[in-house]
């Protein structure tokens, strides 16, 4: 189409040209003209003459003339004049035409189901496979039959719907809620307002979904358990809401970069109250490491069993030692050591500080006495049945607070008096409290460093334990007689479960790791009888490790170390080669002599363990990647130990780790193995 005519701007009906100037023929006033603008003279006339101002562009009736040139005939050049008569409202930009030249070349939409392959179609949603003929009519068809919930609809493109429908299914799986979730009316309602003419995926279709998610996490994870060498497990027993009892089997692993990794691998039903839990446990584990084929692989499964599912009887079939979860042994130790005076003052607390977070008049008068006396403006703490870590956070809240509780409890326009008699703590009670509570602190934060998911944590648990047990758990001449009692039966309580005087202390998987700590190697807190122990069962492991290695080299190995050590007594030594010492020395002793130490089993972990220790604070799988080709035998045996967490469910006391297990408590029956699965995976 080629423009033959322009419309003339009805501002020239007021308007005369003399050369570069215009005049307004209505008041003689002269303006620049700059050639084809009329912009000025249209400001001219709205403000001086605005009952004479001409009807805006976008308010006529534009008429053109346009010339049709009809292509494909060449010999026929007949002109065939138009006249179009356009909406006085719309304007062509040229970003709307360029916009419409793009809708007209877009791809069809049907391809983001299909893919071709060959001279085939394949349908992503069900397998279906159509021939394909430069038509997407077959596949269009197929979709509206088959996948109706996929079909475009009143304009909305397909990938419009797929892409929705695959949010929802991701935020399904993030925040691990109910598929039912998509049937429910106030989501439909809200789903119908956002996405114009969206019709909302069934329960089976989210489900299909969230499967083939499943699936091909199955296979990624499969594929990066088969390049590890060692995987630790973990069994998480938890109850959900239904009080069903779950276990959740995990593994971590370390990679040839040193990264430590984590997925989770099964969740399995533990029937309550059967004859056989443990044996059925123990079945379930040993099931899951069958079936992710890696079984020879286990180094060591922590849990945090508290009811002996994970017998010693019932585990004769595994071929790894088991570990009970140190948060859970920490958490029996202090319910071990909570007197009868202590609870009561618990109780008491929490009584207290129930009444102020429930009554809006307390609570009220209590902000303002926080302003009153400088204090930090904070609620009070509930401390929590399930988690022992609360009571000294309930504590160290209400030491800050005192002085202003004391004064709410006090006023009587907000207290009466028999309510302040019932909560009011006395003076002991309070003293108990301030010297109880560093106590709760200190072992708060030893569960806080071995709960953490960042680093390697099985190496700090028996220099932590070893430190409790012979530092901060020992009672002190200023202790109140409640806190002195509660020291020695935690101390008791972890000597016994850690086994920290058994003369086969040196077996532990955790004090293996404290060994290929560098941070801990040196292991000051045991005896020199526990650490000479401890470095005979390294030798013992590392000369292990050459058994295998040799068993799986066989002559390949032999012919490389016969070629290291060259029989010179048969070799050609030319004259320049025997007058020079040096290289002479190399023919008698071997190329490899200057290294051996390092490469000698026994002479590694020696040099090993006389390097200088580093400093806290670096992270050992750091020290390993730099380090690791120095001592390439205690590298490997690092990347089997190293591996084990600390805990059974990591970051246990973070906010993170507690919305998981909040999360995971609603979870269905039938979906709670998938849904953990493409939760902790992704």
Not at 264 to 275: F, I, R, Y
Request: charged letters at 25%; glycine letters at 4%; proline letters at 3%.
């Amino acid at each position: 189409m080629k423009r033959t005519g322009r419309r003339r701007s009805s501002v020239w009906d007021c308007f005369e040209q003399t050369g570069n100037f215009v005049r307004c023929m209505k008041c003689n006033a002269t303006l620049k003209y700059c050639g084809g603008a009329t912009t000025s003279m249209m400001n001219h006339m709205s403000r001086h003459h605005s009952s004479a101002t001409p009807m805006d562009e976008d308010e006529k009736p534009v008429i053109c003339t346009v010339q049709c040139i009809e292509e494909d005939n060449a010999s026929n050049n007949s002109e065939i004049t138009q006249v179009a008569v356009m909406s006085p409202n719309i304007n062509i930009t040229p970003a709307e035409r360029d916009s419409s030249e793009r809708k007209r070349l877009k791809r069809s939409s049907v391809w983001d189901i299909f893919i071709k392959v060959d001279d085939e179609v394949h349908c992503t949603m069900c397998g279906t496979k159509l021939k394909y003929r430069s038509s997407t009519t077959s596949m269009m068809y197929h979709i509206k039959n088959k996948h109706q919930d996929a079909a475009p609809n009143d304009g909305v493109s397909l990938a419009t719907h797929a892409e929705v429908t695959e949010l929802i299914s991701k935020m399904i799986e993030k925040d691990m809620l109910p598929i039912s979730m998509v049937s429910g009316d106030g989501f439909r309602e809200l789903l119908a307002y956002t996405v114009h003419s969206y019709k909302m995926p069934s329960v089976g279709d989210v489900t299909r979904i969230i499967e083939g998610h499943f699936h091909e996490k199955v296979e990624e994870l499969m594929v990066q358990l088969g390049r590890v060498e060692k995987v630790a497990l973990t069994a998480d027993f938890w109850t959900g809401l239904t009080f069903q009892r779950y276990m959740t089997v995990s593994c971590s692993f370390i990679t040839d970069d040193w990264q430590g990794r984590s997925a989770v691998l099964q969740t399995h039903k533990v029937s309550a109250g059967s004859h056989s839990t443990a044996d059925t446990v123990t079945e379930s584990v040993l099931s899951t490491v069958q079936a992710w084929a890696i079984a020879g692989k286990v180094t060591s499964c922590v849990h945090n069993d508290t009811q002996n599912s994970l017998s010693v009887q019932a585990c004769t079939r595994a071929t790894w030692d088991y570990t009970i979860c140190f948060a859970t042994t920490l958490q029996q130790a202090v319910s071990d050591g909570l007197s009868e005076d202590l609870l009561r003052i618990v109780v008491a607390a929490g009584k207290l500080v129930k009444h102020f977070n429930c009554n809006l008049l307390a609570n009220e008068a209590l902000e303002q006495k926080q302003v009153q006396m400088c204090l930090p403006q904070r609620k009070l703490i509930q401390s929590s049945k399930d988690r022992w870590d609360t009571i000294c956070d309930m504590f160290e809240r209400l030491l800050e607070q005192r002085w202003a509780i004391k004064a709410v409890l006090s006023d009587r326009s907000v207290t009466s008096r028999q309510e302040a008699q019932t909560l009011e703590i006395e003076d002991d009670c309070w003293q108990i409290i301030e010297n109880f509570t560093p106590v709760l602190a200190t072992l708060k934060w030893a569960t806080t460093v071995i709960s953490a998911d960042t680093e390697v944590s099985i190496s700090n648990i028996y220099p932590i334990t070893f430190s409790l047990v012979q530092t901060h758990l020992v009672p002190k001449e200023n202790d109140v007689e409640q806190v002195s009692e509660f020291k020695l039966k935690v101390q008791q309580s972890l000597r016994n479960h850690m086994e920290v005087d058994s003369n086969d202390l040196a077996s532990k998987p955790a004090l293996i790791a404290s060994m290929l700590d560098p941070r801990h190697k040196h292991l000051s807190f045991l005896t020199p009888t526990g650490r000479l122990a401890a470095k005979v069962k390294l030798h013992e492991l590392v000369s292990k490790l050459d058994a295998v290695v040799t068993a799986t080299a066989g002559a390949k190995d032999e012919q490389q170390e016969t070629l290291v050590t060259p029989d010179i007594s048969q070799a050609a030594v030319p004259s320049q080669i025997r007058s020079d010492t040096k290289n002479t020395m190399v023919l008698l002793l071997g190329d490899n002599y200057s290294s051996s130490y390092a490469t000698d089993s026994e002479a590694q972990v020696d040099y090993y363990l006389r390097d200088i220790a580093p400093s806290l604070d670096i992270n050992p799988l750091d020290w390993w990647r730099v380090n690791g080709p120095r001592f390439p035998k205690l590298a490997t045996l690092a990347r089997h130990y190293l591996c084990v967490p600390g805990v059974s469910l990591p970051s246990l006391l973070s906010e993170a780790g507690q919305t998981f297990a909040t999360m995971r408590r609603r979870l269905s029956p039938e979906h709670v193995d998938m849904m953990i699965f493409v939760n902790r995976n992704a």
